[in-house]
Structure formats: C-alpha cells, structure tokens
C-alpha cells in the first residue's frame, strides 16, 4: 500500500495506536520496577544544595558551584527579564547587596533564559551580582521555583534555610 492511497484518517489511527502501545509499555515497565519512574525534585527546607555547576551569563569560563557558597550566607534570586516583580525586586536587592556585600554574604541571580536576554537584562539594570544562567533547570527545578521572583536563602553551612 503506497503512502498516498492511505487516507488522513487511518494515518491518525495507526500513530494513535503507536503511541498507546508505547505508554502502556511505559506503565508497565514502571510497574514492574524495569524502568524508574519520575524522582521528586524539590529539596526542603533544611538539606544541603543539590549538586550543580552553573556558569555566569557575563563568563560563561566562570563556573559555580556549591562549595563557592560555604562560610557565607547566600540570597538566591530567581528571576525572568520580563517579569514586573523582578524589576521591582531589585531596589531591595541593590540595598542588601550595597550593606552586606564582603560580610560573609552574598547574592547571587540566577535565571533560565538565553544568554543574550540575561546579558541585556543585567547591563540595563546595572546588577552588580553574578547571575548564573540554568538553561536546564538543573537547580531552578531541584528548587521547586514555579513562580518569578523567587528569594532563596541559603545559610552559611550550605543548607536550603528558606524560600521567600
């Protein structure tokens, strides 16, 4: 049977039957134990930062990771360019940062978006901060963020202490 005598709608049938076939090997697969089903993500409050390394959006040579932040107290800022909240955050931040900078405590942003719309975002806004690009949730995701701005604080011994 050629591909052009096959209608439309049979077309739609057979991928609809391919694709249940493969989920229900999915489910089945994931009942048995033969394939791991999805692990939580979200550490709580009181455990120590996932593993990651994260570069910077202004050098992406420069690389962070959890060690980078034991023996100081670190605020975790989460945002997107396009978000008001953020914009409207950063007078705060711009004051801890100012105030407490070089006391064993720092701010660090971190964001999901291109390198390019991070870059502009931080020379329009004269962030003073690194800001760690998370392109693949490697982080973000570990902590849970689903909404723009998120504050994190991170207490000195490298525990999660509390999401703002």
């Known amino acids: 049977m050629s591909l052009a005598k096959i209608s439309v709608g ?51 040579k420069k690389g962070y990771t959890p060690e980078n932040f034991k023996a100081k107290g670190v605020l975790l800022n989460v945002y997107r360019k396009a978000c008001r909240a953020c914009e409207e955050e950063l007078t705060v931040l711009r004051r801890l940062h100012k105030r407490y900078s070089g006391k064993n405590f720092m701010i660090v942003g971190i964001t999901s978006q291109q390198t390019r719309l991070a870059a502009s975002f931080l020379d329009y806004h004269k962030i003073p901060w690194p800001t760690l690009m998370d392109r693949n949730f490697q982080l973000v995701g570990r902590l849970g963020v689903t909404e723009f701005p998120t504050t994190i604080f991170v207490a000195f011994w490298g525990m999660f202490f509390k999401q703002i």
């Open 10 to 60: 049979m077309l739609i049938r057979r991928s609809l039957v391919i694709v249940l076939l493969f989920l229900m090997l999915w489910v089945f697969g994931t009942a048995m134990g033969f394939i791991d089903g999805p692990k939580p993500m979200v550490i709580a409050v009181g455990e120590a930062l996932p593993q990651f390394e994260l570069h910077t959006a202004r050098d992406a």
